[in-house]
């Protein structure tokens, strides 16, 4: 059964128990030292999550980082997982995810947002690794952050 925006949102505030609410349609809040974003998006009706993962590249991004970041480029075009973007205008590197309110189950969400916030983490974690010179073991982005998102961005495979 589909749900709004607000109903994911609802359920996500009970998960975390913290009072979220959408004001112009979008939804800050922190989880540690990571900054997540909701947006409630009309035409086509969906629920983007997004996540500040770095400030910007490190200075010399080794092979891998850039191999692993492209990959991940492609997320959303593959079912429905996250996916990483650059802003050319500040440079930050964020990753984000959309969920067709179609296909949003409220009481799943919570688990969807759960997987994402690893995921962003551990991107975050791999950037940071890089940029001081101790970037974990190749592909580790790809092995270890992609969350199990099925075909409608939520269920696991």
């Given at each position: ?11 996500l ?18 989880i ?27 200075d ?20 429905g ?37 690893a ?8 950037l ?11 592909s ?18």
């Open positions: 059964m589909s749900c709004t925006c607000e109903d994911a949102l609802a359920a505030s009970a998960h975390l128990g913290l009072p979220l609410r959408f004001d112009d349609g979008a939804c800050s809040l922190r540690g030292e990571q900054p997540f974003t909701l947006r409630s998006e009309e035409g086509p009706d969906r629920l983007v999550l997004a996540a500040l993962v770095a400030d910007d590249l490190p010399a991004p080794g092979r891998q980082l850039v191999c692993d970041l492209l990959d991940l480029a492609f997320g959303m075009l593959q079912g997982l996250p996916a990483v973007g650059r802003d050319p205008d500040t440079g930050f590197i964020a990753a984000f995810a959309q969920f067709p309110c179609a296909t949003l189950v409220a009481a799943e969400f919570p688990d969807a947002f759960d997987k994402f916030a995921f962003a983490t551990a991107l975050s974690d791999r940071e690794a890089e940029r001081n010179g101790g970037a974990p073991a190749a580790a982005v790809a092995e270890e952050a992609t969350p199990p998102f099925g075909a409608n961005g939520i269920l696991p495979v």
